[in-house]
Structure formats: C-alpha cells, structure tokens
C-alpha cells in the first residue's frame, strides 16, 4: 500500500481542504447542537472555503505534482481553483435564502446533506482542474457530477410538476426537480461510458494515461486509436459544459435544479470542464492538437449562435439565463479553438482569453442569479411579510424594479451589460480577450460571428433592463437578506473592476498560462 508523501498532499492541497470540510460539516450537522450560531453550516462552509481559496494563492509561483505526476498544482490549475472556489462562496451566500433546502418541509433532514453535497462537488472541481493523468481526469469529472446528480434533485417547494411522459398513472405524480435529476443522471452516466471508453481506446494507442506522455507513446503506437479515443473524450467534456450539440440536457435539468445549483452548475462546471479540455490540448496533444481547431471552431459557432438565439424568446429570466451559459460556452470554446490553431502565440493568446473569460463570467452569471434569488423571495404588499420561496421567474416580475429597489436594478442592469459585452463591463474585457485570440489565430470569421450573436443576444438582455426601468411597478417588492446583499455587491464589484482595470487579472492569467507552456 503506497502511502501519500508530503507533495503528494501538497498536491491536492486545495481539493483536500474542500473534502475533509465537507466530512466535517456532516459530522457537525450530527452533533453540533441547533442553538450553537456559529455552527451553522453556511458560515461553517465559507470559512472551509476561505481556508481552500488562501491555500491556493500562496500556492502560487510554487507548482508541485503529486501521485506519480498524475496531479499538477501549477498557475494554471489555481487560477483556475480561485474561480472554483469563489463561485462556490458565492453560492453558499446564495443558498442561505434562495429556494433551498432550509425552507423545504423536510429542512431538517435535508439540510445535512446539502452543503456536504455542494463542497464534495466542488472538491472535484478543483481536482479535474489539476488533473495530469486521464484517470484522475476520470476519477475528478465523476466525484464533481455524482453530488450534483444529487443537488439537482433538491426542490424546495416540492412542487409536483405538470403531467409528463414519465409517469405510470395519472395519480401518480413527479417533481420537477425530480424529473430533471433523473434526466442529468442518465445522460451524465452516457456522457461517462463515451469518456472512460475514449481513455482505454488512448490507453491502448498510446500506452499510457500520462497527458505529459500520450504524443510520444501515439507517435510509437496507434496514432488512429488515439484519434478517435481524444474525440471521445471531447465528446464526454463538451457534454459536461453544454456545447452543442450535446447541450440537449441543459435547459430541462438547470430549470428544474434548485437556484443555488442552476448557478453552480453554470459557473463550476464550465470552468472545471473548459480548463481540463485546455490542458488536454495543450499538454497531451501538442503540434497535432491544430488538426482539432476546425471542429472545435465548428462547435464555438454552432454554441453560440444556438444560445442566444434561444435566449431571445424566453420569456422565463431562469431558463434565459440557462441559455446564455450555453452561449458563453460557445466564447469560451473560441479560446479553445484559438489555443490549437497557432503555436506558440495561439496557444497563449487563447489560454490567456479562456482563463479570463471563465473568471469574468463567474461573477456576471453568479450575480445575475442573485437577483433571480431576491425575486424569488419578494414581500407581499398586503401583508408587508416575506412570501415563501417561489419558482416564479417570469420576465414580467421585473416591471418597474428601478422604482421600487434602484440599486438592485442597477445591479441586474450591469450584469446584464456585461452579459452582452458592453464597454466599461467585465464581459467586455473578457469577450475582447477571446475575439482578439481568435484573430490573431486566424479565426477571423468566428470572431467576427462571436460580435454577431452579441448583438442578436443583446435584445434578450437589454430587455430585462428596459423592463426595470420603463414599465410601472408591479405588486409585489423583492426581499432582500444580508447574505444576498454582500453577494450582489461582490459580484457587482468585481464586475466592474474587472471591466475598469483587467490588467492584473490579465497579467496573472499569462503568468498561469506560460507555467504551463513551458513544461511542454
């Protein structure tokens, strides 16, 4: 039995710190008596957390792998652990008081599992960032998922959903949240079968699982076995962040999931899958990885045009919202597309576009979804009393909100901006940073349709704004608790200081992406 040494720990450091709070926090929802305030879970789970995110930045300019060099902690993965980590915190903030498990009729019960749940999640996150082997690829991609699986099914108005297909007997009722996770569950699990059968047909091309190795083992071996394994593996990614055409499980399964979720799911899993498939081609297929730039180019193009196309027609803001995370995965797999096409400056131009593109989208999307939070709690005016939670997410809500909660509408209104890519916003230096990779890694058309779907994307958007501020108030006021306020004002912040001044951010980024070039 070989024991772990200390860089093998120091290795996984970060996602270790993530697992063990989360065993933590399950013994203490045993023991901890009820009364003890500071044994709350949510406090208890920003400060694990807060120990994982300090963890990581004093990590950085000090890479060490571990487990055989299976596991890398470089820039590379703790930049990308510092997003995890605070959408994560992010979530919890928005989990307090969403529709979540605290105000279900079985809060007690559920309660215990759900933070537990949500960490383990994350704790995989961090690890498939990390990941230097395809197992530990594996391995990470389902230790995030399974708890998700979980976390989806999570409803906290129990509220049975319409007649569908599903059932046995008209008497026989599902949950929406329950339909939803029973859907991820078998199209994760597809998603997995096509994923752990591209790593044996690699593992049998190449001879090993080693990224670092796979090149020089498929130039030995059978380079056509390796082929069609790496686009299997892209296939199980690409699944996993939603890009079309294996987008189809998205839309159903984030309306459906719990809004702390549908958040987490749209942030985290983006950012873990998007910066694995990065290190993939950077590090596993180096020059012949360029043979894989026109068909990701094809699948940017196809994300983004079908997102927010679709976005435009939705009336719900929720399921707007879940198709602009398609849309912006489409950007993303832009810099993916850009990072393959030319070498070596494509490859940092479009690493550098990617990892900052993950970071501004973070705090746009996790802020928009705590608006969508305070709207789902809002104050009956009649009784002047907070409503139950409800999944009332309708467009309509937002009449007239500048009159009654200017600074929330402002908010919306500047996450929305960014969303579209306005100046002065941080999706604008995200999305700038991508287009520009793209054209300087000839790809000039898809920068050039990345501006199109923009503007086509900028009528779902803008028309929230309009909205807020050119229609009267409605009857009802939205409820707005201290844990969503400090939630609203760190991600406002960071997107306009990441708008106003992305330099640094910019410079950090190309400090991960170079640490990782040079072990090429």
Known sequence: MLIPTGADLTAILPSLIVMAWALGLLLAALFMPKQRQWANPTRLGLIGLGAALLASV??????????????????????????????????????RHAPAPEDSAGAGRRRREYYPLLLLSLSGMTLLSSANDLTVLFVSLELLSIPLYILSGFDASSRPSPPLALRTSPSKTIERSKAGALKHVILGVFASALLVYGIALVYGGAGTTALPEIIRGALAGDMALVVVGAALILVGLTFKVGAVPFHMWIPDVYEDAPLPITALMSVGVKTAGLAALGRLLLVALPPPGEKWTPV????????????DVAAVSQTNVKRMLTYSSIAQTGYMLMGIAALTAQRPSGSERGS??????????????????????????????????????????????????????????????????????????????????????????DLTWLAALGVLTSLVSAFAYLRVVALMYLKPPGDVTPHLCPMLRLALVIAAALTLILGLWPGLVLDLAQDAVRAILGQM
């Open 58 to 95: 004093l990590r950085w300019d000090r890479p060490v792998s571990g487990f055989n060099d299976t596991v890398s902690l470089d820039n590379f993965s703790l930049f990308t652990h510092v997003i995890l980590i605070l959408a994560g915190m992010l979530t919890i903030l928005l989990s």
């Open 296 to 307: 990701i180019a094809i699948l940017a193009a196809l994300t983004m045009t079908l997102g």
């Open 352 to 441: 550098v576009g990617l990892l900052f593109s993950l970071l501004t989208y973070a705090f746009t999307q996790l802020g928009a979804f705590a608006v969508l939070t305070s709207m789902a709690r809002r104050k009956d005016h009649a009784h002047g009393a907070a409503t139950p939670p409800r999944e009332d997410y309708d467009l309509a809500a937002y009449a007239g909100l500048a009159r009654q909660r200017p600074w929330l509408a402002a908010a919306m209104a500047l996450f929305m901006f960014s969303l579209v890519g306005i100046p002065l916003t941080s999706g604008f230096a995200g999305k700038s940073a991508l287009f520009l990779a793209a054209i300087e890694a």
